[in-house]
């Protein structure tokens, strides 16, 4: 297979269509059997700019669609959501011919998913939702009780109390 610019094209396309490797894309020995090449032409490939550059930005543009995907795909199992269910039975006719005999339809119900809801809040508003424990410290003196997020801080507050005495 000779290198153009048209090939560079058609394995970018492919690329940002299936992905390559990275990201739970195709794997190499996939992608160099859609573009009628071995994988040696394939690293010798690499090594032109162009090609290069083609590849990577088309592994990043898989990603980015991939990404979109899956949060929305998380957003509706942590919101629930509803989808019709269809089963055809078929039989032949006459002729042999295969005819639809019963088609049920049904609404099938998936209730939200509380792990993703506490990972999409937690991600998407770290401040209002929390994934961690505060932990009090009661200093003497004006009895003030400060709360912490973290031994780090609560070993600060530590500290500050002894410089005070």
Not at 35 to 48: H, K
Not at 85 to 111: A, F, S, Y
Not at 116 to 132: G, M, S, Y
Request: with cysteine; hydrophobic share 35%.
């Amino acid at each position: 297979m000779k290198y153009n610019r048209q090939k560079v094209q058609e394995c970018a396309e492919w690329v940002r269509d299936h992905g390559l490797i990275d990201y739970g894309g195709a794997t190499l020995k996939d992608f160099c059997a859609a573009m009628a090449i071995d994988n040696m032409t394939y690293y010798r490939w690499l090594r032109i700019d162009e090609f290069s550059e083609a590849i990577k930005k088309a592994k990043d543009d898989f990603r980015s669609r991939l990404q979109v995907r899956l949060e929305k795909s998380l957003a509706r199992a942590a919101e629930g959501y509803e989808w019709e269910q269809v089963t055809t039975e078929l039989e032949n006719d006459d002729k042999g011919k295969p005819r639809i005999k019963r088609q049920t339809r049904k609404n099938i119900r998936v209730e939200p998913n509380v792990g993703a809801a506490i990972f999409l809040l937690t991600n998407l508003d770290p401040e209002k939702w929390k994934n961690r424990q505060d932990k009090a410290v009661k200093m003497s003196g004006d009895a003030v009780t400060v709360v912490v997020r973290s031994d780090e801080e609560k070993d600060r507050i530590e500290k500050m109390k002894e410089l005070e005495v």
